[in-house]
């Protein structure tokens, strides 16, 4: 999504990015989101995938660590479940087979 405003980690004004801290495709809609300038966004996903986080902004990489701590927790907690409905399958299969 685009709109106008300022961009919050570089300060300049334009045209700028909503940018979901948690990822939408995990945690669905939520308000945890920043406005970031078409190039600082761009930046902030390059930063996601390459090994070099040579940029000395800590609020930039607070957000980074944020996002992929909460990823983390919503795999962990998707394998939970996961295990959960086999183990229940599992008991389920067992009591109607004895």
């Given at each position: 999504m ?6 919050d ?26 406005k970031?300038?078409?190039?600082c966004?761009?930046?902030?996903h ?53």
């Amino acid at each position: 999504m685009q709109g106008e405003g300022i961009c919050d980690k570089c300060k300049n004004f334009g045209i700028v990015d909503i940018h979901h801290i948690l990822p939408k495709a995990i945690f669905g809609k939520n308000d945890e989101v920043v406005k970031l300038c078409p190039n600082c966004h761009r930046a902030y996903h390059k930063a996601l995938v390459t090994e070099n986080l040579k940029n000395d902004d800590p609020e930039f990489h607070f957000y980074f660590f944020y996002r992929w701590k909460y990823g983390l927790l919503a795999l962990l907690i998707f394998l939970c479940s996961l295990c959960g409905y086999f183990l229940k399958t599992l008991f389920v299969a067992q009591t109607l087979n004895p």
